[in-house]
């Protein structure tokens, strides 16, 4: 069956960084567009990055953009979002979603929280 399992969550202190990973299974990654989303308390999920397929295209959320970076492996099924510089207000749930015509697909995220 389909899989995002992101991993790579956790607490930092302002100006640290994370990496988050997203394994994909259960359907042919390569064809797929790959994103991050965030969901802070008691607010609407946002996008943060997205990345085409082959990984020549990436465009980020300009809360995020020049401290966060979209990649892919599609030779792993993986798909990463490294952050740094990170702030409080980066604090939240950290979704993976993969898209693909009428397919859309998401993981259980992962908890980021920034805190001195």
């Known amino acids: 069956q389909v899989q995002l399992v992101e991993s790579g969550g956790g607490l930092v202190q302002p100006g640290g960084s994370l990496r988050l990973s997203c394994a994909a299974s259960?359907?042919?990654?390569?064809?797929?567009?790959m994103s991050w989303y965030r969901q802070a308390p008691g607010k609407e999920r946002e996008f943060v990055a997205r990345i085409t397929r082959d990984g020549g295209s990436r465009n980020h959320a300009d809360s995020v953009k020049g401290r966060f970076t979209i990649s892919r492996d599609n030779a792993k099924n993986t798909v990463y979002l490294q952050m740094n510089s990170l702030k409080p207000e980066d604090t939240a749930v950290y979704y993976c979603n993969a898209q693909w015509m009428l397919a859309d697909y998401w993981g259980q995220g992962t908890q980021v929280t920034v805190s001195s």
């Open positions: 259960g359907f042919t990654f390569s064809r797929y567009a």
